[in-house]
């Protein structure tokens, strides 16, 4: 129940049943009232929705349905459940960069080198870049960062790439497939490559800038 102060009136709010809520407003003279009912089924599932997909920490690419392992599921046939790539060397395949060049993942590194998996669509991806952009400068030198647009448009990624102010370099994966080489299923997926092209660690789901810095100094730089 919520109470509204103010000079002529106060209201309350009830929430009742499935179909809709019941607001009753009352004259500051107690002499007038009227009740209006507003249906809201509809807002309140599509509420609910968006605040499910947030509150697992991720998105799910193509199929736009959550996934339980706090991320978002990618799209085109790319598996059910997350690999255990640790210790397996990166795709050599190649991808396209922002600069409308190719490049692969072990090129993009410089040594030890964090590769964010991420879509303009994809609430918690977004969240979290201005995120790596702040870990990309503070530990610049020890280690390399790329990001690869999930399953999306150059145009897409460009502009979510401006939009969050991110500077390291950007690619395309344009089908997934450097997602499932790397063994991930959903968004955003981080991992963590070390000097000889191993991958040591995957996450999946949103970092905030501690998490982050905190994961590459433990299990990429120790």
């Known amino acids: 129940m919520i109470d509204r102060g103010g000079p002529k009136w106060a209201g309350r709010v009830q929430f009742g049943s499935s179909s809709g809520y019941r607001q009753r ?3 500051a003279s107690g002499t007038r009232s009227k ?5 809201i089924t509809g807002l309140a599932a599509f509420l609910f929705a968006v605040w499910a997909t947030v509150a697992v920490g991720g998105w799910v690419a193509g199929s736009g349905s959550s996934s339980s392992s706090g991320g978002i599921r990618a799209g085109g046939g ?3 459940e997350a690999q255990d790539t640790r210790g397996a060397t990166v795709p050599t395949e190649t991808f396209e960069t922002f600069e409308e060049g190719e490049s692969t993942v072990a ?3 410089t040594g030890p080198l964090v590769v964010n998996f991420f879509a303009a669509t994809c609430v918690p991806c977004v969240s979290e870049m201005p995120a790596f952009e702040e870990v990309h400068q ?3 030198g020890q280690v390399s960062f790329l990001g690869l647009s999930v399953q999306e448009s150059l145009e897409s990624g460009r502009a979510i790439a401006e939009r969050t102010g991110v500077t390291y370099p950007l690619g395309r994966d344009p089908d997934g ?3 499932a080489g790397m063994g991930g299923i959903v968004m955003p997926t981080t991992a963590l490559v070390d000097s000889n092209d191993r991958i040591v660690a995957l996450h999946s789901g949103e970092l905030t800038a501690d998490e982050l810095e905190t994961l590459i100094t433990e299990e990429l730089l120790r």
Not at 35 to 39: C, D, Q
């Open 25 to 27: 407003v009352v004259g």
């Open 35 to 39: 009740t209006i009912v507003v249906t």
């Open 78 to 80: 790319l598996g059910t």
């Open 107 to 109: 090129a993009a590194a």
């Open 138 to 140: 503070k530990m610049r």
């Open 177 to 179: 497939s450097l997602l």
